[in-house]
């Protein structure tokens, strides 16, 4: 038999590797869809009414139930050297407003303008609750603005005073990006809203 030396081994050139165009509109798919959720969720889906009530003198509505839809809403944050300027026209007591200046200068508290109106024409009174602090106002056409104090982003919660009637109560707020009509509240809802001072 004759035995052939083996051939020598030849290096393959190596195939380029082309940029995958799939690949490229997948990562761009998901990152729509990331941006999309995002925004549905900061900016609410709408119907956020939650028909359980919320105690008033609960206090702390920070830790309210989690399975409540929250519509995200995004205000004027005040400076923290403007704060006492603020507080003296907001319509908080003298002990509320030394706490709510102490909580300021730890930076456990940020101070937003929050100016809520009637949407809908047919007036009612409402409560504006951040915290332990609370608001009662008589919604006009004209936007009253309410000197909240939050955490970076807190929980506000809003609840009927006056007996929505058949048509409710119909309020709104003027974000960063103009104002935005809030969902109707009938009897017995709160509108949870999570503020984002910018």
Sequence with gaps: MNDL??????AQPEKEEKPSHFRTVLVALATCTLLAGAGVHFMGSGNN???TPAAAGSG???SADASQQRTGIQLSLIAPDKAAEALASSGYS??????ILAGVKRRDLRLVAMPIFDATGTGGTVSVISG???RTVALQTNPTVLILPITVAG??????VSDPGIVGIGSGV????????LPVMHQG???GLTVIAQ
Aim: proline share 11%.
């Design 132 to 134: 332990t602090m609370h």
């Design 189 to 191: 809802d709160s509108l």
């Design 174 to 181: 003027i974000t960063m990006f103009g104002p935005q009509v």
């Design 155 to 160: 929980n506000v919660d809003i609840l009927p």
């Design 49 to 51: 009414t939650s028909t």
């Design 60 to 62: 702390d509505n920070q």
């Design 5 to 10: 030396p083996d051939p020598v081994y030849k």
């Design 94 to 99: 003298e002990k509320e407003q030394a706490d």
